[in-house]
């Protein structure tokens, strides 16, 4: 059983095979930050038109590189939401047309679900039930998965989403786009200690808020600039702010985890999003784990952004929902993750 996965629904162009008699095939990932950059963040139509000019070259090249034909494919999954529009549509598209065209099952996929399970193509996989946190640019949502596709929302980001929120403080910084990577970087040489930048909802319940925390570095900078004559914050300044800020959402995301991890009663974490690919939030909530009696998972950080390889698997999870008949172009821009229908036991 082969199956193609497509991933198209933000800035990263992602196709993959994923076979479950020996696990990832193949992959092949195009991030389009070049073309995001000078804008500061994602051009939505921009986007739909790269993804629709790199599409089918690249997945030509995946299965030339793999020695795998279009006739060899069992079933064709794509992204289905939530996204922009006129992403979801172009992956949507080709996933059809190529179904259509070979007459295999077409599979839409929820992207924050294959983010969820990515963990599981790792090669020790997490066991059900355990508690995941999404975290990237678009959603910060702790969620207890107590099966596959059984999932309770335990909380949620009531504004800014995590990966939003380093994208955001990184722009007042005048770092370049995408923000997260670069912000991390230039906190590694600065002081974390340095600014007690607020922890909004610290220990109030399970949601999360980041605008406040984005806020008060605006202002801090702001503040800081009435005494630089125009020449831009001193780099030890900004490597200070990055840190401190940085300091402040691992807290906050190590905080929220362990309360949850109580709530659920459970001792198995998996992180899934962009924004696991943090480093300080790796460490910190290793040592978390290591304190409190509890594991954490962790996609190889090539799985936590987005890729074409978590969309094959978790189509392959949803072979057996598959309907037969013409297949049509599913884009669900909004689709919230506890509105899916678990997969039945041994699918
Ligand atoms: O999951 P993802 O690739 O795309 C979606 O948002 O769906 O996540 C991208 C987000 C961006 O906000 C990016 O700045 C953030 O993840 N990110 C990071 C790091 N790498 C990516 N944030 C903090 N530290 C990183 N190392
Ligand atoms: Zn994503």
């Known amino acids: 059983m082969r199956v193609l996965g497509i991933e198209t629904s933000c800035d990263e162009t ?9 696990g990832l095939v193949a992959e092949v990932l195009y991030s389009q930050v070049e073309i995001h950059e000078r804008f500061g963040g994602v051009v939505p139509e921009l986007a739909s038109r790269d993804h629709a000019a790199r599409l089918a070259p690249m997945v030509k090249e995946l299965l030339e590189g793999a020695g795998i034909g279009l006739g060899d494919l069992d079933a064709i999954a794509y992204t289905a939401g939530p996204g922009l529009i006129g992403a979801l549509m172009v992956g949507g598209s080709l996933a059809a047309s ?12 929820h992207h924050m679900e294959a983010h969820l399970l990515a963990a599981m193509l790792e090669p020790n996989p997490p066991e059900f039930p355990f508690v995941a946190l999404l975290v990237s640019g678009g959603h910060t949502q702790l969620v207890c998965v107590r099966g596959h596709g059984d999932y309770a929302m335990l909380g949620s980001t009531l504004d800014d989403a995590a990966g939003e929120a380093f994208d955001k403080v990184a722009r007042l910084l005048g770092l370049p786009y995408p923000g997260g ?33 984005k806020t008060a570095v605006r202002l801090l900078l702001e503040k800081h600039r009435a005494a630089e004559n125009g020449s831009g914050p001193p780099a030890a300044l900004r490597a200070n702010v990055a840190a401190s800020f940085q300091a402040a959402v691992v807290d906050t995301l190590a905080n929220k985890c362990r309360l949850a991890l109580a709530s659920a009663d459970l001792q198995r974490l998996v992180i899934a999003g962009g924004v696991g690919a943090n480093r300080a939030l790796r460490a910190r909530l290793k040592a978390d784990g290591q304190r409190h009696g509890f594991v954490v998972y962790y996609p190889r950080p090539g799985l936590c952004t987005d890729n074409g390889a978590m969309i094959a698997y978790a189509g392959w999870r949803r072979y057996g929902e598959a309907t037969g008949g013409i297949p049509q172009v599913i884009a669900r821009p909004r689709w919230p993750l506890d509105q899916l229908l678990p997969v039945p036991a041994g699918a």
Request: glycine share 12%; hydrophobic share 50%.
């Open 14 to 22: 992602g196709v993959a095979v994923y076979d479950p008699a020996c």
């Open 98 to 109: 190529l179904g259509f065209a070979l007459g295999v099952p077409v599979l839409p996929v």
């Open 181 to 213: 990577p670069a912000l991390a970087a230039l906190a590694d040489s600065g002081d974390p200690e340095a600014f007690a930048l607020p922890r909004p909802l610290f220990n109030k319940g399970l949601d999360l808020s980041f605008s406040g925390l």
